[in-house]
């Protein structure tokens, strides 16, 4: 799949045998309308061999008939554009498709298996010309002992040109001559995973370019290549067979012109990916739109809050991180010119939670719908990262999202088992909205939405089995209103409302059902100091609700317990003149050992 921005031209209906491939392999339909044959199959038990199209290799055909715990082996893979099929007869040189009966798959679509030993095949006739231009999907380990042959064309001797996986892990384009020498142009990006590369190259005038998952490569060695005399084609080995040569992993697609494709190559490597999901292309407005480790960013790095990045416009977005202890998407909101961290948990000050593996991010422009969400954590999760459902096994989400300044929503992630919240979205200060998420669990919340300035609601939590308020919505100074959650079990509400000096509306019955198992001393220190907008009637609800509970100022809550040292219920408002009941509050308040500072005045 992959996201563009309006004014990203794509073709209605491309695909990529319209422009004529000098030969075009997958194991995916490339003419969307058709179902061609795309394989021929040879399984381990009998060596019968069969052929199969595109739908019979994903929807169980392909495996049926090879049985279970058998192999399959491919004998040919079919050029869905022409007759220039890639084939190999030697049964043990054959690549799987089916290993102990089951599909191979790389990230959740089919692949050929090649097994670094002795697996290849080779093109009925060589493509190569003047023009040369591949783009291919493969999945190949590392080893440094190889120069492993993606593609490859020779004379059957000793000339090559070769598009390779050097071992150093970077992708080469390298030329051999006549036994007299090698060169080599070696290009700066790793391909230790599933990565999509396009690479060009013109012999006569040594011109040659090359792009990994769409990021075009600056050469990090420039040589010149050469010319040599080609005459044989071969996909994951070189044609002397050198056991220094042969690919270990899969590749899943390779497209191959023998003419100029510049003005299309955008348009054919968006065509493989929309089908693999590889990566997304979503323009240029950040020097850094997508990390991963396909790409050049150190998650190392990121891990240890060393890595960051520059906008160049302002963005107003969706941001999705993906680590191995679950995935999450978010709005977000980014200003131009501005350097940012990234850090295992998105876009933060520093690195704090649970949050520890990242696999990859990807910052969007635009907002995205639901189901393009799910395709982006789906892809995802095909390179390693835990699923959202994940996050319902976390227990504690302490400072998980701290700091993520730049989080303008959040998703309605499942928080059913977390027990422990604190700090967990301290000063995520663009936040306008936040979620009715599970946290009947939850015992304590210090600080969970401390500084959460920009929330001007919020939703009606369930709070049944939290004892620990303190600091939990400490600052978020747009909040106007308050919903009314279960607060009986709480022990200590300390600076809760400090400061939310917008906070007009606060409900009555807050604190009826207020039944704690013990009071902590300065249970209500600051509560709702700062708080300078509360009207008579919030101050009201407040003082007469807390009556209401019965509860006392002592360390049981109980009347005969001992009077807690710091008993002073704080609380700031606007009003100059207080209700009738107000007043009955204090004074009941009072003989039940509270004291009660209103605007820093004891009453």
């Known amino acids: 799949m992959s996201f563009a921005l309006p004014g990203f031209f794509r073709p209605l209906g491309f695909n990529v045998l319209q422009l004529s491939p000098a030969a075009a392999y997958s194991l995916r339909s490339l003419d969307p309308a058709l179902d061609p044959t795309v394989v021929n199959v040879r399984r381990s038990n009998d060596n019968s061999t069969s052929d199969f199209t595109a739908s019979e290799v994903s929807d169980g055909t392909l495996t049926s008939w090879v049985g279970g715990g058998n192999n399959g082996h491919v004998v ?43 697996d290849y ?214 200003n131009a010119a501005t350097t940012y961290d990234l850090h295992s948990q998105g876009v933060a000050s520093s690195h704090y939670g649970f949050m520890d593996t990242p696999v990859g991010y990807a910052i969007f422009s635009s907002t995205l719908s639901d189901s393009e969400i799910a395709q982006a954590e789906a892809t995802f999760v095909a390179e390693g990262a835990a699923p959202r459902s994940d996050f319902g096994s976390v227990t504690n989400f302490t400072q998980a999202w701290r700091g993520c300044s730049s989080l303008t929503s959040f998703p309605l992630i499942d928080t059913s088992s977390g027990t422990k919240f604190n700090d967990a979205w301290y000063n995520c200060a663009s936040l306008t909205s936040f979620p009715l998420i599970d946290t009947s669990s939850a015992t304590n919340i210090l600080g969970a939405w401390r500084a959460c300035s920009s929330l001007t609601s919020f939703p009606l939590i369930n709070t049944s089995l939290v004892t620990n308020f303190i600091n939990a919505w400490r600052d978020c100074t747009s909040l106007t209103s308050f919903p009314l959650i279960n607060t009986s079990s709480g022990t200590i509400f300390n600076s809760a409302w400090r400061n939310c000096n917008s906070l007009t509306t606060f409900p009555s019955g807050f604190f009826d059902s207020w039944s704690p198992a013990s009071v902590s001393s300065g249970v209500f220190n600051a509560a709702w100091d700062g708080c300078t907008s509360l009207t008579a009637q919030s101050v009201e609800n407040i003082l007469v609700s807390l009556d209401t509970s019965g509860v006392y100022g002592t360390n049981t809550g109980l009347v005969g317990g001992t009077q807690l040292s710091d008993n002073v219920i704080d609380i700031d408002h606007v009003v100059s003149t207080l209700s009738p009941a107000t007043t009955a509050a204090i004074i009941s308040l009072k003989a039940k050992n509270w004291g009660i500072s209103l605007n820093s005045v004891i009453q």
């Open 121 to 334: 095949l080779q093109l009925t006739s060589n493509v190569f010309a003047e023009r040369l231009e591949v783009g291919m999907v493969s999945h190949l380990v590392e080893d440094n002992s190889k120069y492993q042959r993606l593609f490859n064309l020779s004379n059957g001797a000793d000339d090559d040109f070769m598009a390779v996986k050097a071992n150093n892990a970077q992708l080469c384009l390298r030329t051999r001559t006549s036994q007299a020498g090698t060169t080599s142009k070696q290009f700066g990006s790793v391909i230790n995973n599933r990565n999509l590369l396009y690479v060009t190259s013109t012999l006569s005038t040594d011109s040659y370019t090359a792009s990994v998952d769409g990021e075009p490569l600056t050469e990090t060695t420039g040589v010149v290549l050469g010319s040599g005399s080609f005459s044989i084609s071969t996909i994951g080995a070189r044609s002397d067979l050198s056991s220094s040569s042969f690919c270990e992993g899969t590749i899943q697609e390779v497209v191959i012109y023998d003419n100029d494709q510049s003005a299309n190559s955008a348009v054919i490597e968006d065509n493989i990916n929309d089908h693999f999901g590889i990566f997304w292309l979503i323009g240029s407005n950040l020097t850094s739109l997508y990390v991963s480790p396909n790409h050049s960013a150190d998650l190392a790095d990121i891990l240890a809050g060393t890595y960051d990045f520059t906008t160049v416009d302002a963005i107003d977005g969706t941001i999705v991180v993906a680590t191995e202890e679950g995935t999450y998407s978010a709005g977000i909101s980014l």
């Open 76 to 118: 040919t893979w079919y050029d869905q554009g022409g007759t220039n099929h890639a084939t190999q007869s030697t049964a043990l040189n054959q690549p799987k498709i089916v290993d102990g009966g089951s599909l191979v798959i790389e990230g959740g679509h089919a692949a050929l298996d090649f097994d670094g030993v002795d």
